[in-house]
């Protein structure tokens, strides 16, 4: 069995294993190798280089899932056809969100699993504008860090979202919300104003 981190592991739960998968982004592709140990049946990982797909390739041929995933060199999703689940993970809020702009095949059904190292709110700010909405959010914790992992649809109505919401989305992990109030404490020596969002935060 593929033991995936944390931060992974909290990625591969949001995923629909009997849809169309799509890993942007994938690197050493173990999130999908572990998807078809989970049942996946097939699996796009791309990458926009030539390295990662390279070590991606080694994991695909090490775990013996080369039926069942195909690696594809893309730069977002331009050489990746339509899939229902879309994973875009360990990238920074704005690529992410240039990514998840860049999908020409959006649906109802369509979900994206998103998981930014920096720059979430950016990522929030934008998906409300477009169309999309957070389902839910999750806190994922590898190392001492934290993260958030968002599953992501589709609806069409585009909206303006508070700074609240933006930097702390539908995530109420409390381990999230220490790590968000100590990044606003210190945005708010240029903005003092972002104080006021800051919460409160559990012992
Ligand atoms: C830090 S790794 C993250 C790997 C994995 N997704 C994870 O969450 O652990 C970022 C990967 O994204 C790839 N990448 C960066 N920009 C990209 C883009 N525009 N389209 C596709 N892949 C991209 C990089 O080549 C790299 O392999």
Redesign the pocket.
Known sequence: MIRLDD??SA?AALVRTDRRIC??????AL?PCRLCELGAEHIIA????EG?LAAARANVEKYGFGDRISLVL???LKNVPPCDDI?V???GGE?IA??VAGCSFVSADTRFIL?P?TKAEVLRRYLYSAGFEIILENGAFSGSKAYTVMLVGYTGEKRIIDSGFAYFGKNTDPRYTAKVNSQLRKLAHGDPALLDIIREEQK
Do not use: A, C, W
């Open positions: 931060r992974l990625i890993d942007v982004g994938t690197d050493h999130l791309s990458d926009i280089n990662p893309s730069d977002g994973i993970s360990g990238m690529l240039d990514i998981q190292m």
